[in-house]
């Protein structure tokens, strides 16, 4: 079955701009996290969404929300953002209850200049 | 909340080898521990998992042992070939579902 779809791979913006990822689970999850992914913090937990329901939420600024549709793909949005935004960011699915045998996509590789 | 350390950031092993990498956990509630494998341009793969009941789990060349007591658990890759280096990550699910992970440990096995 198909894996987890992060789109797009990359992106480079501009300071101040706003920029939303998409992420499309394995068929069937309903359970879907993000992750920030840097060299210097590893992986950042950002927020869980469970049926369209967000579950859990990291210490982000309120400038990172996200939300899930009802067809379990999610989209995270980054307001005004900052050079220090640039990152690696992961989405996971999951078939149940919080983070048990997460599949992750290849992620969304964002720069902001 | 849960903190997750690993060591060491670095393993250099000779093919054939065995690698061992170490990480402790802060939340005795924390109740499962998996490891994932990241290539370069790849998001991380879950390659062995092991649940707060269990003391040791293995699959093929690759093994995890906990142990609850003093909140440690590792991992253990055995004849390492060169296709086995990649950086790996150690997480701990935390008391509110959350997985936190470790700093990740880059493996580096030379033929």
């Known amino acids: 079955k198909a894996g987890v779809t992060q789109t797009p791979r990359y992106l480079i913006k501009t300071r101040g701009q706003q920029v939303t990822l998409s992420c499309s689970p394995i068929?069937?999850?309903?359970?879907v996290s993000w992750y920030q992914q840097t060299p210097g913090q590893g992986l950042q937990f950002l927020f869980e969404?469970?049926?369209?329901?967000?579950?859990n939420k990291g210490n982000f600024p309120g400038r990172f929300s996200g939300r899930q549709f009802s067809n379990s793909r999610s989209e995270m949005n980054v307001s005004t953002l900052e050079l220090g935004d640039s990152a690696l960011y992961l989405c996971?699915?999951?078939?149940?209850?919080?983070?048990?045998?997460?599949?992750f996509g290849s992620g969304t590789r964002l720069t902001v200049v | 909340g849960e903190n997750v350390e690993q060591h060491p950031s670095t393993l250099s092993v000779q093919e054939g080898d065995s690698a061992v990498i170490k990480c402790t956990y802060s939340?005795?509630?924390?109740?499962?521990f998996p490891w994932y494998k990241q290539e370069l341009g790849k998001g991380p793969q879950l390659i062995i998992d092991?649940?707060?009941?269990?003391g040791e789990k293995k699959d093929q060349r690759i093994a995890v042992t906990l142990n609850k007591t003093a909140k440690h658990f590792s991992l253990h890759i055995t004849e390492t070939q060169p296709e086995d280096s990649a950086v790996y990550f150690c997480?701990?699910?935390?008391?509110?579902?959350?997985?936190?992970f470790g700093s990740g440990t880059r493996l580096l096995v030379r033929p």
């Open positions: 996971a699915s999951s078939d149940g209850w919080g983070p048990n045998g997460y599949t």
């Open positions: 068929s069937g999850h309903r359970s």
């Open positions: 969404y469970f049926s369209e329901t967000q579950r």
């Open positions: 939340d005795s509630a924390s109740n499962y």
């Open positions: 092991i649940r707060s009941n269990v």
């Open positions: 997480a701990a699910r935390d008391s509110s579902y959350k997985l936190i």
